[in-house]
Each structure stands twice: as C-alpha cells, then as structure tokens.
C-alpha cells in the first residue's frame, strides 16, 4: 500500500478536483509521507511532504493539550470556572459567566455563541483582546445542556494559557508541544509560514482564495499551519506519550453529539470520538479560507493518519482517502456518509420550516412543492467568502434529513431535536441551531 499511495494520491485529487494534498501516516512504528498535486493553481508550485497546509480546527486539540498539561501541573482543573483563571472574563449571561468551566470550554458544551470571527489587530495582544469583546456574546444553548461547536470558547481557552503561562499563546504552544516534540515544520503566523512552502486555499470554482488565512486572534482555535508529519507526530504522542502523564483523559466521552453521521458520536475532552469496526476513533478535523485537514489516532492499533487538502471536494476527498487507507491497514470499515435511502421516508416537514439563527450563519428552511429547502448564508466577517445556497433535504427518518449543493459529492445531514424546555434545534456541522422564527 505504501509504495501505490503516492500514485492513488494523485488519482483521488483528480477525482474530487483538489489542487494539492499531502497524507503522513503512522503504521506498525514506521511514518509514511505522501504529497500530489499543486499548492497553488495560480503558480502551480509543487506539492510535496514538506510543504505546509492549515490545519484549522486541529489546532483546537493542541490547545486542549496545553490546558491539559497545565492542569497534570495543578494550575487548573477541567471543573474550574473560566472566571477563577480569567476574571475578567464575561459574556451576556450573567450566571454563564460565573459558572461555565473549562471542561465546557473543551467539549463544546458552553452553549456560548461561538463563532464570532473578530480582527482584534496582529499585536500580540490580539487573544486578550477578542476575550474582552466576549462580554456581549449570547447563549446559543442553556450551559451544558448539549453540544454545539464553539470557536469563541478555544480562543478563551487560549487566553487561559497564556494567564498561566506568562506567555502569548503562540510561544506557549511551541514551548509546550512544537519544540519537546522536535516539529521543524510547524508555525501559527504567516511570517513564518513564508519559510517553508506553503498552501494557498482555494474556493468555489477552484481558485485562489482571496486571502490567505483567517485573522490572528483566532489562533488558538484554528491557526497552526503545518506538514502533515509534525501533526502525525503530535497524535503519535497522544499514542505513544510524550506530552501528558495520562492523554487517556481526553478520549473520555464528555457529551453525545445530536448528530452523530458528520464527525463522531461523542465529544472528548478537545477529541471527537467514534468506533469503527469495533475500534475507538479519536479524531479533529479542521477547515479555514479553502484549506481542509483530518486527523485520526486508533488506539487499539498505534495507527495515526493526517491528510490535508487546499480546495475542491475536499471533505469528501478527505472520507475517500480514510475509507482506501484504513481498510488496507487496520481492516476497518469508514462508516458511509448517510445519504438519502432508498425508499422515500414520510415526515411531518411543517414543523421544521422556519428560520434558525447563531453567530455567523442563518439557516432557512422553507416548505415548496411538498419537499424541505435549505438556505444557508453565513453572517459576519466571513460571509462574503461564502455564497448562499439553496439545498433540497430528503428526509432519512423523523428527525433526520440530507442534502447537498449542485455538483457536490458531499452529503450534508441535519438531525432536529428538541432541549428539555421544549425549544427546537437543527444540528448540522457539529452545530446547534436555534429555530427563532
């Protein structure tokens, strides 16, 4: 499998009509590096094993490392309230601002609004400075009542690292994991990303991305940018040890996932968690401006597997990849992306129509012609990267509903449930949506 990789590499990039990918895998103590395609359609400079892609939301375990390295030191706990660490700290709900703790923080249970994507300047006071803009961010959900994904609060476990540490997080980060793990091709700002060869994204119709990365106070939730053998290194370590006493405490299931069919069935501490063909899965995946990565540890078998794109289908590159990959080295089956079935399904679609809205997206969904329509629009400061999209859902079951845009492979699935006070939500991308009208 090793030697046909780099081959089957090149024909998947094609086939989902990425630009550039690299593969870096551990198996049996040995670390195999593949790369295909281009960085940049625009100069068409090479993809190789070195060159650096973003690794988006990965960089939210790595953050959650260092919170747990901290706490194995005894400055903190996962039941320590964010206000004890940071006083300052504050958002619109008075008592979430006194109660809400770290292990909210880390498993996405805070309920607070989360993806306020804000430009606090490229001072190194950028993350202190996005947390103090928190204060007038609303609950998406009451505390810890489900799951719904939360930028706003990694960047306020960043914030939380750089109190304990003295240090600005991007120091504290290579102090903590790049330097002890040895990672030579790993960095969080773009002065330093220009060192190497380096990914472009690329959006809608394949071409460079407007802008290269997303802005610096979002670094602890999203902004490392490596090769895809320093981000295998670092699962490694979660493995194999290295960066904690006892790593185990994050593979520890934290809160269901309403919906269980984009990433995992349960949040860990940081790690999204799933079981293939018997075997715990502990993965994060991560998205920016045209840049995709996956990341999957199996205990079981020591395998450790990081992919990186930068456009095109890239999520559904990213499954076909795992699916071809897994099966050759551990023999387990990547479950299918749920698709519509194959007798049509009846469900009361009255209910659902309406509008659902949080930070940065609104999502309508309205009844014509006897069939549910999805219009997504992100909202904020990146919705003009972003074009509205209407998208017919087919329903699976009661609750359960899948669509996707014109020309996309990827099925998008959606699963509405109700809290204990009646309220109803949409879960979609690792999200909860309020219905507000």
């Known amino acids: ?78 039941d320590t309230p964010v206000i004890e660490l940071l006083p300052e700290f504050k958002v619109a709900d008075a008592e979430v601002t006194k109660t809400v703790t770290v292990r909210h923080l880390l498993s996405h249970t805070s309920g607070i609004d989360g993806d306020l994507f804000l430009d606090t300047g490229r001072g190194d006071d950028c993350v202190e400075k996005y947390v103090a803009a928190c204060a007038d961010l609303a609950q998406n959900h009451p ?25 600005i997080w991007d120091a504290a980060l290579r102090e903590q994991i790049v330097e002890p793990l040895g990672l030579t091709h790993t960095v969080t700002l773009p002065e330093d990303a220009l060192r190497f060869r380096a990914a472009m994204g690329h959006v809608d119709g394949g071409a460079p991305a407007p802008v290269w990365g ?17 981000v295998v290194a670092f699962g490694r370590a979660h493995l194999e040890g290295g960066l904690l006493e006892n790593p185990q405490v994050m593979w520890e299931p934290q809160v269901a996932v309403p ?40 205990p079981g078998t020591g395998t450790v597997v990081c992919v990186t794109a930068n456009g095109g289908h890239s999520g559904a590159f990213t499954h076909a990849v795992a699916t071809e990959l897994f099966a050759e080295l551990d023999g387990l089956e990547v479950p299918a ?10 469900a009361d679609l009255t209910r659902y129509a309406g509008v659902y809205e949080r930070a940065g997206a609104r999502m309508t969904i309205s009844l014509r012609d006897g069939r549910l329509i999805l219009r997504m629009e992100s909202l904020g400061a990146l919705a003009e990267l972003d074009q509205p999209a209407d998208i017919p859902l087919v329903a699976v079951d009661d609750v359960t509903f899948v669509g996707r845009r014109d020309g996309d492979p990827d099925w998008l699935s959606l699963v509405f449930y109700e809290l204990e006070d009646g309220s109803l939500y949409v879960h979609a991308g690792a999200r909860a949506t309020p219905k507000v009208s």
């Open 1 to 78: 499998m090793a030697g046909a990789m780099g081959q089957r590499l090149a024909e998947l990039i094609a086939e989902y009509d990425v630009p550039g990918a690299g593969l870096a895998y551990l198996h049996n103590g040995q670390v195999h590096e593949f790369a295909a395609g281009v960085l940049h359609r625009g100069t068409g400079v090479e993809a190789t094993t070195d060159s650096l892609f973003q690794i988006g939301s990965v960089t939210k375990v790595w953050t959650a490392t260092q919170l747990m390295q901290l706490a194995e030191r005894g400055l903190l706990t996962l």
């Open 143 to 167: 505390l810890g009542v489900t799951q719904s994904y939360c930028n706003s609060g990694f960047i306020v476990a960043g914030r939380i690292v750089e109190r304990l540490t003295g240090k």
């Open 214 to 230: 997303l802005m610096r106070s979002c670094g602890p939730a999203g902004l490392i940018t490596a090769r895809p053998a320093d």
């Open 259 to 298: 919906n269980p069919y984009t990433l995992g069935t349960h949040w860990g501490v940081g790690w999204i968690l799933d079981e293939w063909s018997g075997q715990k899965i502990v993965s994060h995946g991560g998205n920016t401006i045209g840049q995709h990565a996956m990341l999957w540890l199996v």
């Open 337 to 346: 992306r749920l698709g519509p079935p194959e007798q049509p399904v009846e």
